[in-house]
């Protein structure tokens, strides 16, 4: 009875083998190659699958998302002959398991290989100005040669990155001197325009000043001149109302005589031809009150003025 047990047992063994080989699970965004006797024979999707045990195998399981990978800094000589180390980063996803398998033999290694030289044909041509300028125009060129050779590879490329582009030291040493120059420049030709738009603002603020005082001051002098006008004009309307003599004028002239003296620039006087008629009269009444006064009345025509004596002088023996 053993053996037979044995026997018994070895087969239940093979067939729970032989379930776990012919029922095949592939996940999601998941894909099997089939070989059977080492040939390929289909590919198989996510879900349930059935395939011949001990007969059909697995090859190969390929992902299918999108995949993400970096390689390690290249060195890259650009037009002007200066060495820069690029680092790239690259977004494939496998869209032909088959031909993901069978033409090439690792397409991720053949993927870095051709980003490398393909880096050093595009910044070849390129100087080191434009090398660092031209991302956008390195990550085109670089997706189209790639995704061209990768094509038959079964892989699609949807982004090519530069992650970094790193210049010799001694150039980065001169990039930040130039930059730090410039900055200073900037620096400098803005102070000099916020001090040049200063003194504007301080011509301008004082140009308006001066003429707001200008015209304050003509306002000044013209209400000045029209108060002095209304004021005479007052004076002479109430001397006209009140019908003065020439007694009167000749003692208001008097009166401001020492006052038109006063002060060294007054060396020129000019005297209105109405004076003399008032003096004229002042002397007449102040001859009436003189000492000749009480000698009657021809004593007021003995009185004659200055000008009177030198027409008559007196006759001498």
């Known amino acids: 009875m053993e053996p037979i047990i044995i ?11 032989a379930l776990i080989k012919t029922i095949q699970v592939i996940p999601q965004a998941s894909a099997a190659i089939v070989e059977r006797f080492g040939r390929y024979t289909r590919t198989l999707n996510a879900g349930l699958n059935i395939v011949v045990p001990f007969i059909d195998s697995i090859r190969n399981r390929i992902d299918l998302r999108e995949q993400v990978v970096p390689f390690p800094p290249q060195p890259v000589i650009t037009q002007d002959n200066l060495v820069v180390n ?7 996803q496998v869209t032909d398991a088959r031909a993901a398998t069978y033409e090439v033999a690792s397409y991720i290694q053949a993927i870095e290989q051709l ?10 041509g390129m100087d080191l100005e434009r090398t660092l300028t031209s991302r956008e125009e390195i990550n085109a060129a670089l997706r189209g040669v790639l995704d061209e ?4 590879w079964g892989i699609r490329v949807n982004r090519v990155e530069l992650k970094a582009i790193e210049p010799p030291t001694s150039i980065q040493d001169s990039m930040e001197k130039q930059m730090r120059a410039d900055r200073d420049k900037r620096a400098a030709i803005l102070t000099a325009e916020g001090i040049r738009q200063s003194q504007i603002l301080t011509a301008e603020g004082e140009k308006q000043s001066a003429i707001l005082r200008a015209e304050g001051e003509a306002r000044a002098a013209a209400l000045r001149a029209e ?3 209304q004021a005479i004009r007052t004076v ?10 020439q007694k009167l ?9 020492p006052k038109i003296a006063e002060g060294d620039a007054n060396k020129l006087w000019i005297v209105p031809s109405e004076i003399g008629d008032a003096l004229k009269g002042l002397s007449g009444a102040m001859g009436n009150f003189g000492p000749m006064g ?8 003995q009185a004659n003025t200055p000008t009177e004596r030198r027409e008559n002088p007196p006759v001498t023996d």
């Open 7 to 17: 026997v018994l047992i070895i087969l239940v063994v093979l067939v729970f083998i």
């Open 86 to 92: 690029i680092d790239t980063v690259i977004y494939y």
């Open 115 to 124: 980003t490398v030289t393909t880096l050093r044909n595009i910044i070849g």
């Open 149 to 152: 050779a990768t094509g038959k």
């Open 227 to 229: 108060g002095e006008a």
């Open 236 to 245: 002479f309307e109430s001397i006209h109302a009140g019908d003065a003599d």
């Open 249 to 257: 004028l000749a003692y208001q002239y008097l009166q401001m005589l």
């Open 294 to 301: 009480g000698m009657g009345g021809g004593g007021g025509q």
